[in-house]
């Protein structure tokens, strides 16, 4: 198992950047799918976008593509996510979550999970 923290968030204004971080503790990190999820009040926590173990074939969603980039960093067993062109519609609380195996858009297929971290974009 791996125990996972995320930081970064804070308040941007529209057409901003972050960079969310998510450090693991634990062991074999590097084994593992990690995917970045959000939450908006009100609403469905939904995927954002996932890097397997390997730091290839990395995907998103629709509504970040082009605008967000996640990476892992392995060796210090960080996870980022590169958040650019920020919206008033991407103000959420952001997940970090980890799986073995392959990664996955799906919430219900990881099992460890941040506390999350909160992004505000003002208009």
């Known amino acids: 198992q791996v125990q996972l923290a995320e930081s970064g968030g804070g308040l941007v204004q529209a057409g901003g ?12 990190f590097s084994s593992y799918s ?5 939450q908006a009040p009100g609403k469905e926590r939904e ?5 397997p173990w390997s730091g290839g074939s990395r995907y998103y969603a629709d509504s970040v593509k082009g605008r967000f980039t996640a ?3 392995n060796a210090k067993n960080t996870v980022y996510l590169q958040m650019n062109s920020l919206e008033p519609e991407d103000t959420a609380v952001y997940y ?6 392959r ?4 919430a219900s297929f990881y099992n460890q999970w941040g506390q ?7 208009s």
């Not at 995927?47 to 890097?51: G, R, Y």
């Not at 970090?96 to 195996?101: E, H, P, R, T, V």
């Not at 990664?103 to 799906?106: E, G, R, V, W």
């Open 17 to 28: 950047s972050l960079r969310l971080s998510c450090a693991a503790s634990g062991r074999a």
């Open 34 to 38: 990690m995917a970045w999820f959000r």
């Open 47 to 51: 995927f954002v976008a996932a890097i």
């Open 71 to 73: 990476s892992r960093d």
């Open 96 to 101: 970090c979550a980890a799986k073995s195996g």
């Open 103 to 106: 990664s996955s858009s799906t």
């Open 116 to 122: 999350g971290t909160q992004v505000t974009v003002s």
